[in-house]
């Protein structure tokens, strides 16, 4: 290990390898404190060539190299082990714009670059780049390219998959595959670009990419409206893509249990709906034509949803303070949750036929079985994606009670979810915390040939081991 060390500093300035225990404390854990590993030293590259040099080192003394980019995963796919064997290899200082390329509609990136600078680059330029999601001011676009980050706008534009065009990676061998590449069309055999797409830096790093850009809309209406069901909130959305199209950007599901769970700790994030309703949705429609032709809109579909008895109430933003006012209270509710303690949280999709059986369902088994729990469950409703967690009834300690009932409760959710055909995983990956769940839920050929992967791109084992799949 020593001789390890040593040779680093003949790839890496000396001044980025950490190596004391207060330098390498913060990337050791995870953003919900879930994971805290050890490692061997943290490793701060510049450029795709010294990646390719530490990987090549890693290769030969077989160290296992866990890729971060900006910590926020909720898996623990960027903690290292508790060996103190494995290198964190953090991507943040490769966070360089290289290129907009205005006629084809692009921007090609570093690893490192934080989301939220990457969105505004795009805006300079005329330009919206679509991922958008609660972290966005601290993750990195190498880790939501490795995650497949998905977020408040898959539903017109896709996930960070559907936004990428090409892709540069260093491989577990150390050499660098240049797919940087803005094409949208490109058929020739294998798509290797979607292979490392969602491998959570176990099959290669990602060092920089090229993702789609799209025009910036002029006009932007939000708002808040109350259903009684999970059945009416579905018949809504459905009524929303049939009448608005495409330009329906934003449907998003807010329970009244998650939202007085809001209110505890952001008092000033209060719901505007009187009453708090079952359930609250969060709708976004936006647009390339005048403000007044999209609120027209808003209001007559609206106006047929009252009429269908589909929503009892509405209310529309009447500025972007008020648009943001609504998309904060939606991103709150995870802030939300990790004040208020640990909980059980369960990322799905379900078929949006099946959804409201599996809420109704889920929703009875779980109140049998334990009395006074707190389902917090709220969600990208459009993509039929819940954030299904799980809070110990008020008054007990959330780590007693997620140590004893933690793998029961994740039982009965999956089993929901296999019984409904949806999966057990929609945006936040696996990691090291659903490893297990994979396992037992991707279906037998499904893991065998992600292992037969594993073995071919990553045979020594070093790339996040014992992370997505273990082999
Ligand atoms: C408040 C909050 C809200 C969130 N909301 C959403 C949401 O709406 N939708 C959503 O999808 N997620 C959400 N997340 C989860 C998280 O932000 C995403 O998973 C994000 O994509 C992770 O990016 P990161 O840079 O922090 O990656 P990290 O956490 O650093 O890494 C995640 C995984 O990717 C790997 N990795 C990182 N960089 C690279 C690289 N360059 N090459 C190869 N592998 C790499 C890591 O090894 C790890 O396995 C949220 C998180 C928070 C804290």
């Not at 079985?369 to 007990?396: C, E, M, Q, S, T």
Request: net charge negative; hydrophobic share 40%; proline share 4%.
């Amino acid at each position: 290990m020593q001789n390890f060390i040593n040779q680093l500093s003949t790839v890496l300035e000396q001044k980025y390898i950490l190596t004391k225990d207060e330098d390498k404390a913060p990337y050791l854990t995870d953003w919900r404190k879930r994971f805290i590993g050890k490692a061997l030293a943290v490793l701060l590259p510049c450029n795709s060539a010294e990646v390719s040099n530490i990987v090549k080192l890693c290769a030969e003394h077989q160290i296992a190299i866990v890729p971060q980019g900006g910590h926020t995963g909720f898996c623990g796919g960027a903690t290292p082990d508790n060996s103190g064997t494995q290198i964190i290899l953090n991507l943040k200082r490769m966070n360089q714009i290289r290129e907009i390329d205005i006629a084809n509609q692009t921007i090609t990136v570093e690893a490192g670059c934080i989301l939220q600078t990457l969105q505004e680059k795009a805006v300079e330029q005329g330009f919206l780049f679509p991922l958008s999601l609660g972290a966005e001011g601290s993750c990195m676009i190498g880790g939501n390219l490795a995650t497949n980050a998905g977020g408040t706008n898959v539903l017109r534009y896709g996930n960070a998959r559907d936004l990428c065009l090409g892709l540069e990676v260093v491989t577990a061998k150390g050499e660098v595959w240049n797919g940087i590449k803005g094409l949208r069309k490109d058929n020739t055999g294998y798509d290797l670009r979607d292979l490392f797409v969602g491998s959570e830096g176990t099959l290669g790093i990602i060092t920089a990419a090229v993702m789609k850009l799209y025009p910036l809309p002029i006009s932007q209406w939000t708002t808040l409206v109350a259903c009684q069901s999970i059945a009416s909130s579905i018949a809504l959305l459905n009524l929303f893509q049939k009448r608005a199209t495409s330009l329906l950007t934003g449907f998003e599901m807010m329970t009244q249990e998650s939202l007085d769970l809001n209110e505890k700790h952001f008092p000033h994030m209060a719901n505007p709906l009187q009453g708090n309703p079952p359930f609250t949705i969060l709708i976004e429609l936006s647009d390339h034509e005048s403000e007044e032709h999209v609120r027209q809109l808003l209001e007559t579909i609206l106006e047929e949803a009252f009429e269908s008895h589909l929503i009892s109430n509405a209310v529309i933003a009447s500025n972007l303070g008020q648009a943001n006012a609504f998309w904060h209270m939606r991103e709150h509710i995870t802030l939300a949750q990790a004040e208020e303690g640990a909980n059980l949280k369960h990322d799905i999709t379900i078929p949006l036929s099946s959804l409201d059986s599996f809420i109704k369902e889920t929703d009875a088994l779980m109140r049998d079985k334990y009395p006074g729990v707190r389902i917090i469950n709220f969600g990208h409703l459009g993509d039929g994606n819940l954030h299904y967690n799980i809070a110990p009834p008020l008054g007990l300690d959330p780590k007693i009670f997620n140590e004893s009932n933690e793998k029961p409760i994740h039982e009965l959710v999956y089993a929901q979810v296999e019984r409904c055909h949806g999966s057990i995983s929609a945006e936040h990956g696996v990691g090291q915390l659903k490893l297990d769940d994979l396992r037992a839920h991707k279906g037998e050929v499904a893991h065998e040939l992600m292992k037969t992967l594993k073995r071919a791109l990553d045979p020594q084992n070093i790339l996040n081991p014992h992370k997505v799949v273990s082999i």
